[in-house]
C-alpha cells in the first residue's frame, strides 16, 4: 500500500484491526510516516501512544465501560447491542438475549491493546503497512503490545462479574496462537480462538467483523460493544463509496446516538481509520470559511 501522510491508517479494520475496517481491504491501513527531518514520530502517533492527555481519555472510557457492564446485567436486557440481520442503524432492530450468558466484545488493535512495535517502525522506516512486517508481528508480537491505560482492570471486573470478555479482530485466523499469546503476554488474560477470539478468516466475511458479531450474539447476550473504528459496531458505516456526509450523518443519527456510551463504546484513535481521506470540504464547511483582514 502507499505511504499515507501524518494521520494515516495502521492494522487491522479494528482490530480492528490487522486488517482494516474496510470491506474492500482485506489488511491493516497504513502507518502514519514521519518526515525524514523530523527527529519526533508523527504528531498522531505522540498523541496516542505517549500523550497523558490521550491515557486519561482512554482509562475514563475503560471505566464507563466497567461501570456499564455492571450496572446493565442487574436487570437481564431483553436484547443485545448486536443488530438484528438486515436491520438498519436509523432503525435499529437487535439479536435477543433469552437466557444467554452475558458477554462483552472488543476489537483488539487500538482497543484492547496498542501494537507499539510495528507503529514505531512503520513511522522511522518512513513506509506505508507492510503486509509482510504485520504478519510477523501478530506472529511474534507477544510482549510487545501493551494493554491500553485502563483494559487490565477493565476486563478483571467485567469477568468478576459473570460478563465474558470477547474479541473480535480483523488479524489473520492464521496467526491464532501469536495473537492469542500476545494478549495474555499484555496482562489480558486467556483468550481463545474460535471461543473468545475471532479472527478475519473464520468466516466468508472478510474484514466484514458482522457474520463474527453474529456468531457470537447466536450463543451471547452481547451487552458492550467496544472498538476504535465504526466498523467495530456495524459494517454499514463502511459501505463501500459511502460519501463523509452520509457516514457522519449515520454516526450521529438518533438510531447510533442512543447506543453511544449505552453499549457501544468508542476509544479514540486518530492514527488510522477510513476517515483518512477526507478532503478539505469533508472537514471544513465552505460557510465556516474565515481569512484574518
Not at 508523527?42 to 486519561?56: D, I, K, M, N, R
Not at 463474527?212 to 463502511?238: E, H, P
Not at 488510522?272 to 465552505?286: I, N, R, T, V
Request: hydrophobic share 45%.
Amino acid at each position: 500500500m502507499r505511504a499515507l501522510p501524518l494521520a494515516a491508517a495502521l492494522l487491522l479494520g479494528g482490530c480492528a484491526s490487522a486488517p482494516a475496517e474496510v470491506a474492500t481491504a482485506p489488511a491493516p491501513p497504513p502507518a502514519a510516516t514521519a518526515p525524514a527531518e523530523s527527529p519526533n514520530p508523527p504528531v498522531a502517533l505522540q498523541y496516542l501512544y505517549g500523550s497523558p492527555e490521550a491515557a486519561v481519555a482512554v482509562r475514563a472510557t475503560n471505566a464507563r465501560i466497567a461501570d456499564y457492564g455492571m450496572w446493565r446485567i442487574k436487570q437481564r436486557p431483553k436484547d443485545s447491542v448486536v443488530l438484528a440481520p438486515r436491520a438498519s442503524i436509523d432503525a435499529p432492530t437487535f439479536e435477543p438475549c433469552g437466557n444467554k450468558p452475558f458477554a462483552a466484545v472488543f476489537d483488539a488493535d487500538e482497543t484492547l491493546i496498542w501494537n507499539l512495535g510495528p507503529m514505531r517502525r512503520f513511522a522511522e522506516q518512513g513506509t506505508g503497512f507492510d503486509l509482510k512486517v504485520w504478519d510477523q508481528w501478530e506472529k511474534t508480537g507477544a510482549g510487545k503490545a501493551i494493554a491500553m491505560p485502563g483494559t487490565a482492570e477493565m476486563v478483571t471486573k467485567l469477568r468478576a462479574a459473570g460478563i465474558t470478555v470477547i474479541a473480535n479482530t480483523n488479524r489473520s485466523a492464521a496467526n491464532a496462537k501469536g495473537s492469542e499469546d500476545t494478549l495474555r503476554a499484555a496482562g489480558l488474560g486467556e483468550f481463545k480462538h474460535g471461543e473468545t477470539l475471532f479472527l478475519m478468516g473464520d468466516d466468508a466475511g472478510g474484514s466484514s467483523k458482522d457474520p463474527r458479531r453474529a456468531t457470537i450474539a447466536s450463543k451471547y447476550c452481547v451487552v458492550i460493544l467496544g472498538g476504535d473504528q465504526l466498523g467495530d459496531f456495524s459494517q454499514q458505516f463502511n459501505v463501500k463509496d459511502l460519501p463523509a456526509a452520509q457516514r457522519m450523518a449515520l454516526a450521529t443519527s438518533a438510531g447510533a446516538t442512543a447506543l453511544w456510551d449505552k453499549g457501544w463504546f468508542l476509544f479514540p484513535n486518530p492514527v488510522y481509520g477510513p476517515w483518512e481521506k477526507l478532503g478539505w470540504g469533508d472537514a471544513f464547511p465552505s460557510d465556516k470559511q474565515w481569512e484574518p483582514k
